[in-house]
């Protein structure tokens, strides 16, 4: 509380970028064993977009963040700090929020990055709304950007067919009153941790022939079971976040979840009691963009006017780690 106001996190801004070259399920078809019709019933997506050979992660960020830095319209002098949600960074050292920082010459900014995989643009969330809760920063450039289509392993059918590049980002700032984010919650199971992980390249098997023969430096996913994981967490996930708030799904204006398979997003609606009218779905054109997914929903959803003000909106993720998050907010 500041002088009897409830001090929020507010998004004040939005931008998200998408690469120009796109893949479709009818060009996957010549790449793997598959068919258009198995990749859109499984999963729902159609078409992916796809960086450039010469596109690293940092270059996608930067497109997304000037556009949610010239919509705010403010200096990047007055950005305090840079978070970037991604697995797909640049290099290991330095961080991509460090590359994004020297490009949008935001030199008063800290920057690093989070790995929570898909739910790392929540997690990057949190983490701003916790240092601008406890004062220590005013306005905050949060941003999920991935590069998937580097790490993937287009031999393998279970893994290629999912997912795509892009990135999103928002500016936060500290507000006084009601609206912004009334809460955000971030969850951890590494128990399961390897039901989505890329082995190589790490202190663990650090990159040899070895690991690059054995095709160590892909992302690997027991796609049915983390399936069934997913389902099973996501409905109490929005069904706490929605009662610590005393809301109900009636309440919600849009629910934004990540996209990763639309039967996993419709089985979460339904739960819920929520018409896919009220969910945002951009999974058919983008895929599975893991951090980058909810933040380039969220930026579609507030240009097509499906976010107004005072609207209650329902972000929730789910991802490698295990890890998952929601963030409940009054736009
Ligand atoms: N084309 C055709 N057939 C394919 C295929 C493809 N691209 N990928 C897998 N198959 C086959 C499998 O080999 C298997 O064949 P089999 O029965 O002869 O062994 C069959 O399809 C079923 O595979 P299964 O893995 O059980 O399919 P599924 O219904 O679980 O769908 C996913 C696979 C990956 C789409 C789904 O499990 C999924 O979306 N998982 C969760 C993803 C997620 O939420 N991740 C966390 C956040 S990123």
């Known amino acids: 509380m500041i002088d009897g106001q409830r001090l929020r996190t507010k998004i004040v ?26 990749i859109l019933e499984r999963t729902g997506i ?28 403010i200096s990047v002098d007055s950005i305090d700090l840079i978070i970037v949600a991604t ?20 030199h008063n900014a800290a920057a690093f990055d989070i790995n929570a995989a898909c739910s790392g643009f929540l997690y990057a969330l949190s983490v701003a709304n916790a240092y601008i809760l406890a ?7 949060v941003v999920g950007a991935e590069t998937l289509s580097k790490f993937t392993d287009w031999e393998d059918r279970n893994t290629c067919v999912l997912f795509g590049d892009g990135a999103g980002a928002v500016i936060v700032e ?5 609206n912004g984010i009334l809460s955000i919650d971030i969850y951890s199971d ?11 390249g790490g202190s663990k098997h650090p990159p040899t022939s070895d690991t690059i023969n054995n095709r160590m430096h892909y992302i690997k996913m027991k796609g049915n079971e983390t399936f069934k994981v997913a389902v099973r967490t996501l409905e109490k996930l929005v069904t706490d976040a929605l009662t610590k708030n005393d809301l109900t ?7 934004i979840p990540h996209q990763a398979n639309m039967r996993i997003i419709s089985a979460t609606a339904a739960r819920l009691g929520v018409d896919m009218d009220k969910v945002m779905v951009n999974l058919h054109r983008c895929g599975n963009t893991s951090a980058a997914s909810i933040a380039i929903a969220l930026d579609e959803a507030v240009v097509a006017g499906r976010v107004k003000p ?22």
């Open 310 to 331: 005072d609207d209650i909106i329902l972000l929730e993720a789910f991802g490698g780690g295990l890890t998952w998050a929601s963030a409940l907010i009054r736009w």
């Open 13 to 38: 801004s939005t931008g998200s970028y998408l690469p120009e070259r796109i893949l479709t399920n009818q060009d996957l078809e010549r790449i793997v064993d598959t068919s258009d019709q198995w």
């Open 135 to 141: 004062g220590l920063y005013r306005r905050i450039l």
């Open 190 to 200: 590494g128990t399961m941790a390897e039901l989505l992980h890329m082995p190589g």
């Open 87 to 106: 697995i797909t960074g640049d290099m290991p050292v330095p961080a991509t929020a460090c590359f994004l920082q020297r490009s949008i010459g935001a």
């Open 46 to 73: 159609r078409e992916r977009h796809i960086a450039s050979d010469t596109q690293s992660v940092s270059d996608l960020a930067i497109e997304a963040a000037r556009t949610a830095i010239s919509r705010a319209a």
């Open 249 to 255: 799904a009636s309440d919600l204006a849009l629910l």
């Open 174 to 178: 500290g507000v006084e009153g009601d």
